[in-house]
């Protein structure tokens, strides 16, 4: 079954655009996601996403850090340019699902019932965490390891099996 023509992602936020002022560009960016995601909610399967807000990093959601920093530690996390470039991708791919281009699976993480969303072309992963009539944002990055695309591929395939056998 096939959605259409192939999906055309929004243009990426460049940091190149911003005169090499990073507080600029981080307010621009987090324009993007406090539009797409605090003063409305994408919806997801008819229920909406939300971002989680607590803990705040310095006034800012926690999920915004999450989609564009890295770091295991939550109060070290530094800023990822090619995270931050992305800020469009997370609510246009979320609101595009159903799409042949789109790979969406579910599943377990401790108690939690994750759905992933995955680009192949894009290489871009986003994952929501269901809950009781909504889904919350839990984050989304670049997929830069081979051995992650794959992983995530086989994990794709392996849920569509069990879904269809």
């Known amino acids: 079954m096939s959605n259409g023509p192939s999906l055309t992602f929004p243009n990426l936020v ?26 409305s909610s994408p919806y997801f399967n008819k229920q909406k996403v939300s971002a989680q807000k607590h803990p705040e990093v ?5 999920t915004f850090y999450h ?3 890295e770091g295991e530690d939550e109060k070290s996390r530094t800023p990822d340019i090619r995270r931050m470039e992305r800020i469009r991708f997370p609510k246009f791919c979320i609101t595009s699902c159903p799409h042949d ?17 995955f680009n192949e072309d894009q290489e871009y992963l986003i994952v929501l965490t269901e809950r009781n009539g909504y889904y919350l944002f839990w984050t989304a990055y670049l997929v830069e390891q ?6 995530l591929i086989k994990e794709y395939q392996d849920f569509i099996k069990t879904k269809t056998a």
């Open 14 to 39: 460049l940091f190149a655009d911003y005169d090499g002022n990073f507080e600029n560009y981080f307010h621009a960016v987090y324009e993007v996601f406090e539009q797409d995601f605090i003063k």
């Open 146 to 151: 081979s051995h992650t695309k794959r992983k």
């Open 58 to 62: 310095d006034g800012i959601h926690r």
């Open 67 to 69: 989609i564009t920093h």
């Open 101 to 117: 281009d789109l790979l969406v699976w579910k599943n377990k993480r401790g108690k939690d019932t994750r759905v992933l969303i």
